[in-house]
């Protein structure tokens, strides 16, 4: 064997054994899962949200920043400038934000953000774009451009500890917001519409749907194939802690109408969900997550499954391709995993492998989108504890 032959021998062993060496940057295999920072400026950044606000086809991204007390608005730069820092506005501020949800409340084609705030605060604010000149073609400079959007209180919500807000198409073209708190008088509650004629939230009809202990996850599933949209939920705390689906009913103004499904994990916490009509999977804070299998209209078989390395305080997991699993962890909050990262890829047949090695990590929930244009699925997602802020970790080519 040559020299060269030797050498690049040594350098590809070299390669591979520093993939699982404890950097920020790891490999799954033999490629890299790159860590591109959006925007690490502020503290406590609290889940990601998406939507095209410069109607430019890439999904920009909405996040509160809990400790901070701003809610961010990012455009996408697009596939070629994906990696840079994105160019924000600060659209809002109010204490303890914990979920930030794009919404179009006027029918205007121009995007507002809902943000549901915690603490002492007990609001849900609307922060409206406001310069009606462009209505339905705002450019990135209006966009940017802090002194076009407003914040307003919908002063009927006010007084819980709001946590996550998901808009909702019902019946009749009406459309709505499902909300979910925590603490004490915790609900699940539905803002209506009472007609398509009313654009102010404060005039909409509040409905409460249920009551609960901490509302973590709300996705808008037709979870009974019967043409309408249903809400499927984890509820992580106290007596009421179930992850169940409220059936939406001919009339969605009638209180006590929503028929609630039991799916399971009543003697866990459940946290962020993925779900669909046949089957959801939820990690739990107690060191696994569980793989709801439906095997008809009301009965679920359950999988429950050790999270990488037994680490509990789970936050979020995702499926994507050919049922790859990608998990995020709260490992600042225990003190024996410390020193394990908060974010896993598992691949069928595989151990779960970390793809980023920073350690005592509070990571939250994941979306997935082809940031780079390259034909797979990136992880976007953000943290609370190191200041990583808001981040996206490069997919290296697995389908």
Known sequence: MDSQSTLRRAVNLLFVCLCFLPVDNVCLGDEPWKRHTIDSSGIGADGVRLADFNRDGNLDIVTGWEESGVVRLYLNPGPDKSTERWPFCQIGEGKSPEDAVPFDVNGDGILEVISCHEGSFKQVLVHKFQDNRIAGKAGDQQILDRTNWSTDSIVKLSGQQWMFATPIQLRNSRRGIVLGSKGANATLT??????????????????????????????????????????????????????????????????????????????????????????????????????????????????????????????????????????????????????????????????????????????????????????????????????????????????
């Open 190 to 399: 539905l803002l209506l519409q009472p007609s398509q004629d009313v654009k102010d939230l404060n005039q909409w009809s509040e409905i409460k749907l249920r009551d609960c202990g901490w509302i973590m996850s709300i996705q808008n599933i037709d979870m009974d194939q019967d043409g309408d949209i249903d809400i499927v939920f984890s509820d992580r705390k106290t007596r009421t802690r179930i992850v169940a689906w409220l059936e939406q009913p001919n009339n969605a103004n009638a209180k006590g109408m929503w028929k609630e499904h039991a799916i399971g994990a009543t003697k866990t916490e459940p946290m962020f969900i993925d779900a669909t009509p046949n089957r959801i999977l939820v990690p739990t804070r107690q060191a696994n997550w569980i793989d709801f299998r439906r095997q008809n209209q009301n009965s679920w078989e359950q999988t429950v499954s050790p999270t990488p390395d037994s680490v509990p305080f789970g936050k979020a997991i995702r499926t994507f391709g050919e049922n790859n699993l990608v998990l995020t962890a709260n490992t600042a909050a225990d003190r024996e995993h410390k020193k394990q990262p908060g974010i896993w890829l598992q691949i069928p047949g595989s151990a779960w492998q970390p793809i980023g090695t920073k350690i005592e990590c509070k990571f939250d929930r994941i979306e997935l989108v082809d940031l780079d244009a390259d034909g797979d699925l990136d992880i976007i997602t953000c943290e609370e504890r190191q200041q990583l802020g808001v981040v996206w970790y490069e997919n290296p080519g697995i389908k």
